[in-house]
């Protein structure tokens, strides 16, 4: 299905875990119209993980000094971490008639949803359950208890911001999660918002507290 040709930006956020960066990169992936905003963190990489496609790695004066230019869309510290959006290379996309994925957290949307005049829309993922939570963060943070002790003790923070998202899913399965998302997109290029039922996300936020 054609998605029409006008950039937008499409935040995707969620507890660690729950796997915004998955469905982010399948989206990219799967659609030549979108872009991922790639950010810069000054976090170390972790393996696998490559400098330029998946962060921009840079030092905490490197950080600095682009937030002191005025340089990003948004920036915010998270488990201690810098992590920021560049403005140019996303307004380069937009101008192109790109459409723009952002994977960052509560922090950054609501800096991006003070800014006039973007074209933006919003998703907030859930983990099916919290057991399911703790075996990804376990698969990906080997060995680091505290770690994914510190990830865990701020989920109900994190998930407290859920309405402020146009847009809740629950990723219990990857690909209808994916497919479900694609479907809001392409409605949303077409000036269409869909209805989702707030109290049934209501009531699984409030299974999900820890």
Request: charged share 25%; net charge positive.
């Amino acid at each position: 299905m054609a998605i029409e040709n006008k950039g937008m930006m499409f935040v995707l956020s969620s507890p660690s875990g729950a796997g915004k960066t998955t469905l982010t990169k399948k989206l990219a992936e799967n659609n030549s119209q979108f872009a991922i905003s790639i950010s810069h963190t000054t976090r170390k990489p972790r393996p696998n993980e490559v400098d330029g496609k998946d962060y921009y790695f840079v030092s905490k004066e490197e950080f600095n000094f682009l937030v002191k230019k005025n340089s990003f869309f948004e920036y915010a510290n998270i488990f201690n971490n810098y992590y920021g959006s560049l403005k140019k290379p996303v307004l380069e996309l937009l101008s192109q008639g790109r459409d723009v994925l952002f994977d960052i957290d509560w922090q950054g949307t609501q800096q991006l949803k003070k800014i006039k005049g973007l074209s933006l829309v919003t998703f907030f993922i859930l983990p099916p359950n919290i057991k399911i939570l703790k075996e990804r963060l376990l698969n990906r943070h080997q060995g680091q208890e505290k770690l994914i002790e510190n990830r865990m003790n701020k989920f109900n923070e994190e998930v407290s911001h859920w309405n402020e998202y146009n847009y809740v899913f629950i990723n219990d399965d990857l690909n209808k999660c994916y497919e479900k998302m694609l479907n809001v997109i392409i409605s949303e290029k077409k000036g269409i918002n869909q209805k989702q039922n707030l109290n049934e996300i209501a009531a699984k936020i409030k299974e999900l507290n820890i």
